[in-house]
């Protein structure tokens, strides 16, 4: 027998020890792989290897900017969600770390739940997380979420309407943790105290919220008298993302547009500035966080600074602020030019507000205990059971057949535009920008 090669440093491999676990980090958009990178960090830091691949979803998704922000020289590979779920040896990694959209995250779960499991000793763990607040369509994510191992909520209010949920559809709820939101750091939760009235006030902008351009010129208006009233304030603009870049919901009329234009006319002053900075910097100057219903909100409260959640647009779920409707925080620019301060309470940011990185080496416990009883059964886990997925398991098999088993037409054959996709034509053809917009909103 020839002896084995040496390994590329020039020492020999050592049979005894085990090859190290292996971590695959999937995300799409900035704020997904904002949200799953420390959790693939941790990963790494016990000894696993971890590969970050990125989900294309659209040209320019994540600019370098973008990318350089989180931390990486360069890009991940990227490949479409149909190349991913076909990568060879996708099963074979020992952990999926899905940071992807509802829809994604589902699509990627059914991929690997096609794969025969007959005769494996392993599958990979699959971890499902949301990038932020979960303001609107919360059931339908987590219902996309359901099929993974493990479901980490962002807040003590999450994880409890997922308990609510399984108790209601009569399962285990043993597969969802309160993790917390990633971007909220325990060790940034204390800071100088801010002074009131404030000498720094941040506007977090969101790329959909508020939609329309009459409501983002109000904003900006608003934003200029604020500015002009108090010269001894500073005013900073962070929008969501720079020009040319994009999220998951795309910015329709950018606020650089609208603050460019009253540049031109002379009506913008010199204390009031909009930036690109990461919104950790700005936070560590503010005194008032001011947005519609950003996550930034959360950052801002688990540091101590004062937030205000503008209602000048309404309470609704588009919008998110019904989410704040009882923290104490809702206010309007009449409210705030009479500096009067938001009164956080209490119990509300208890519920809703949660630092992930504390969460992290119980995470890491949990993904090793699971390991091990694997390893201990000596064959692969069975994938959990979804009771969403159950329900639909009827219509999936007849769309599936293309044939109408009562009518026994063919199923293109039955199939015409209805009046709301006749709608939908319309807004298209006359509105593709709020076509897309509203698309991707409904995305989730």
Not at 11 to 28: E, F, G, N, Q, Y
Not at 60 to 66: A, C, K, N
């Amino acid at each position: 027998m020839q002896p084995a090669l040496p390994a590329a440093s020039g020492r020999m491999p050592d049979p005894s020890k085990p090859a190290p676990a292996r971590a695959l980090v999937l995300a799409s958009f900035d704020s997904f792989l904002k949200a799953a990178k420390p959790i693939g960090d941790a990963l790494a830091g016990a000894g696993w290897q971890v590969e970050t691949r990125l989900v294309r979803v659209r040209a320019g998704q994540l600019s370098r900017r973008q990318l350089s922000a989180l931390g990486y020289s360069e890009p991940p590979p990227a490949a479409t969600l149909a190349e991913t779920i076909a990568t060879p040896g996708l099963i074979d990694y020992d952990a999926i770390v899905l940071g992807l959209d509802g829809r994604r995250t589902l699509d990627v779960l059914g991929g690997l739940k096609r794969l025969p499991l007959a005769g494996r000793k392993t599958r990979p763990l699959t971890i499902a997380l949301y990038p932020g607040i979960v303001f609107r369509h919360q059931m339908h994510g987590l219902a996309n979420r359901f099929g993974a191992d493990l479901i980490l909520f962002n807040s003590p209010a999450d994880h409890a309407h997922y308990e609510a949920t399984c108790a209601a559809l009569s399962v285990a709820a043993d597969r969802g943790l309160c993790f917390g939101s990633s971007v909220i750091r325990a060790s940034e939760t204390a800071r100088p105290e801010p002074v009131w009235p404030p000498r720094t006030i941040l506007y977090a902008e969101q790329p959909d919220v508020p939609a329309s351009r009459i409501e983002r010129l109000y904003l900006i208006d608003r934003l200029i008298a604020y500015a002009r009233a108090h010269p001894e304030r500073t005013v900073i603009i962070k929008p969501r993302h720079a020009p040319g870049e994009t999220t998951l919901r795309p910015t329709i009329h950018h606020l650089a547009g609208i603050v460019r234009l009253a540049e031109r006319r002379g009506l913008v002053p010199a204390n009031l500035r909009l930036v690109y900075e990461p919104i950790e910097h700005l936070l560590d100057a503010a005194d008032l966080c001011l947005t519609v219903s950003s996550t930034v909100a959360l950052q801002a409260a688990a540091r101590g600074i004062p937030f205000a959640i503008l209602g000048d647009f309404g309470i609704c779920e588009d919008y998110g602020t019904h989410f704040f409707i009882d923290s104490g925080c809702l206010t309007t620019f009449d409210a705030l030019e009479a500096d009067t301060k938001p009164a956080l309470r209490p119990d509300w940011l208890k519920r809703h507000v949660r630092a992930g990185d504390a969460s992290i080496p119980a995470l890491i416990n949990t993904i090793a205990q699971w390991r091990a009883t694997q390893a201990h059964a000596g064959c692969a886990c069975a994938w959990p059971h979804d009771p969403f997925a159950a329900l639909g398991e009827s219509f999936s098999r007849y769309q599936a057949a293309d044939g109408a088993q009562a009518t026994g037409l063919p199923l293109r054959a039955t199939c015409r535009v209805s009046p709301v996709w006749a709608r939908k034509l319309r807004k298209l053809i006359r509105e593709p920008k709020r076509f897309f917009a509203d698309m991707a909103m409904n995305w989730h």
